[in-house]
């Protein structure tokens, strides 16, 4: 298993198997480089209330070119957004807003200092957001702990403040989002990452949404949370805790919480457990698998049980077919099942 703090201390989504690599397109004598990831998900899930549903869900396809390692462009597209929902064939209502994820301009070491800039359409560094599980999406607390699609600014200390902290992020965004047009600019968060030991990262979080589009007005989430994992990297555990007020998913709720962890029992096979509470709301209690099955193809198997605090209990069951691709320098699966050289 690879390390993940280094990359969570990087801004990066936890995700534990990586994407195929390849050979970047290197111009102008490796100054420019142009290069590709996507990743295709096929989830498939069953509850007692919503029936089955499938769909491609989180799959993507991105375009990035770099200029001498200083100013990186990114274009992310939605896949699901380009066919009918559970349907191989084209959509006929496809709209270009809702298929953008993301458009931005990443400018690193700003005046020779460790300072990036990233202005566009893109996700906002808030929260863990820690995506162990199979299906991310059936997890009560994913809208809390995700502001994305939305245009804005960060800037990333990357060498952190005065010397307290690993890692700074600050943005300014607007909170409509999924669209092309750049909106009123009214919301602002601030993360801090650090490194209490060589295994355990702290991250805390604040972030103020002015979500006038909604009626709900002015919307505030703090978060505070830890990430540790073995000095083998075999097992992983987090925690992160939430306050929140005026947010339109959860009016009557103040607080969430997420604990979970993940253990690595074959060489190719990890199983998640994970705890989610959303106060007023529900309790949820899940158990996952992931497996490589090949360098660029994985296999996940979750169970999740709702205890609705003020409705009918339910259990949701999902299947995920994760397949990755691209040019990204990051190592595929090392270990998979179907190994032809086993």
């Known amino acids: 298993m690879k390390k993940i703090l280094p990359a969570l201390l990087l801004g990066l989504s936890f995700n534990t198997f990586s994407p195929l690599h390849a050979q970047d397109l290197?111009?102008?004598?490796?100054?420019?480089?142009?290069?590709?990831?996507?990743?295709?998900?096929?989830?498939?899930?069953?509850?007692?209330?919503?029936?089955?549903?499938?769909?491609?869900?989180?799959?993507?396809?991105?375009?990035?070119?770099?200029?001498?390692?200083?100013?990186?462009?990114?274009?992310?597209?939605?896949?699901?957004?380009?066919?009918?929902e559970n349907s191989v064939e084209f959509n006929d209502d496809f709209s270009i807003e809702e298929f953008v994820k993301e458009a931005y301009i990443e400018i690193k070491e700003v005046g020779g200092s460790p300072i990036a800039v990233i202005v566009g359409k893109q996700p906002?560094?808030?929260?863990?957001?820690?995506?162990?599980?199979?299906?991310?999406?059936?997890?009560?607390?994913?809208?809390?702990?995700?502001?994305?699609?939305?245009?804005?600014?960060?800037?990333?200390?990357?060498?952190?403040?005065?010397?307290?902290?690993?890692?700074?992020?600050?943005?300014?965004?607007?909170?409509?989002?999924?669209?092309?047009?750049?909106?009123?600019?009214?919301?602002?968060?601030?993360?801090?990452?650090?490194?209490?030991?060589?295994?355990?990262?702290?991250?805390?979080?604040?972030?103020e949404l002015g979500n006038d589009h909604l009626t709900s007005g002015n919307e505030r989430r703090t978060t505070v949370?830890?990430?540790?994992?073995?000095?083998?990297?075999?097992?992983?555990?987090?925690?992160?805790?939430?306050?929140?007020?005026?947010?339109?998913k959860y009016p009557d709720s103040s607080f969430a919480i997420t604990v979970g962890g993940m253990m690595r029992v074959h060489r190719t096979t990890d199983v998640i457990v994970e705890f989610n509470y959303v106060e007023k709301e529900v309790l949820q209690y899940a158990i996952g698998t992931r497996t490589a099955l090949t360098e660029s193809l994985s296999l996940g198997v979750e169970a999740r049980y709702n205890d609705h605090l003020n409705g009918k209990d339910d259990i949701v069951l999902g299947i995920n077919l994760t397949y990755q691709f691209g040019s990204s320098p990051i190592k595929p699966n090392e270990e998979y099942l179907f190994d032809d050289e086993d």
């Open 26 to 84: 290197e111009l102008l004598d490796g100054d420019f480089v142009i290069g590709y990831e996507g990743e295709v998900n096929t989830n498939l899930g069953s509850g007692t209330e919503s029936g089955t549903l499938s769909n491609l869900d989180n799959s993507y396809i991105s375009l990035n070119a770099e200029w001498k390692n200083k100013i990186r462009l990114v274009l992310t597209g939605k896949l699901q957004e380009i066919f009918k």
């Open 124 to 207: 906002i560094p808030f929260a863990q957001n820690v995506q162990a599980m199979p299906i991310f999406s059936n997890n009560p607390l994913a809208d809390l702990q995700k502001i994305d699609e939305v245009y804005g600014l960060t800037v990333d200390l990357t060498e952190g403040l005065f010397g307290i902290f690993d890692q700074v992020e600050v943005s300014a965004f607007e909170t409509v989002e999924g669209d092309m047009s750049i909106g009123s600019i009214n919301g602002v968060s601030v993360r801090l990452s650090k490194m209490l030991t060589d295994n355990i990262l702290l991250t805390m979080g604040h972030a």
């Open 225 to 248: 949370g830890l990430i540790g994992e073995s000095n083998d990297g075999m097992l992983v555990g987090w925690v992160e805790g939430m306050y929140f007020s005026n947010n339109p």
